[in-house]
């Protein structure tokens, strides 16, 4: 349809303690794919930054090897990237101890 294509894969971090009081994190993965503008721009940004997105869930299914394969996909209706709100670190001063 002549229509660009393109895509990314969103990180979604989860922190909590379990019952030992022991920090954990999960990241789950969740394959995007964005179509006309929103492709586009996507050659302005990179990775680390953070995304709000929204959009529906598709199921992807094909044969690999024989065998049948699936994935669940969000195909976004619209990206928000947002500032990053870590900044660069600052080089030391000279004689300065590194961090």
């Not at 994190?25 to 721009?41: H, I, L, M, Q, R």
């Not at 094909?62 to 670190?89: I, M, T």
Request: aromatic share 10%; proline share 8%; glycine share 10%.
């Amino acid at each position: 349809s002549g229509n660009c294509l393109g895509s990314f894969t969103l990180a979604s971090n989860y922190r909590f303690t379990n019952r030992l009081g022991e920090m954990r994190f999960e990241t789950a993965y969740v394959p995007c794919k964005v179509f006309g503008g929103w492709a586009e721009s996507l050659d302005q940004h990179h990775k680390g930054e953070q995304v709000i997105v929204s959009g529906r869930l598709r199921t992807e299914k094909w044969e690999k090897d024989g065998k049948p394969r699936s994935q669940l996909a969000l195909v976004c209706d619209s990206v928000q990237f947002l500032a990053n709100p870590r900044p660069e670190p600052e080089p030391p001063e000279a004689g300065g101890i590194p961090f």
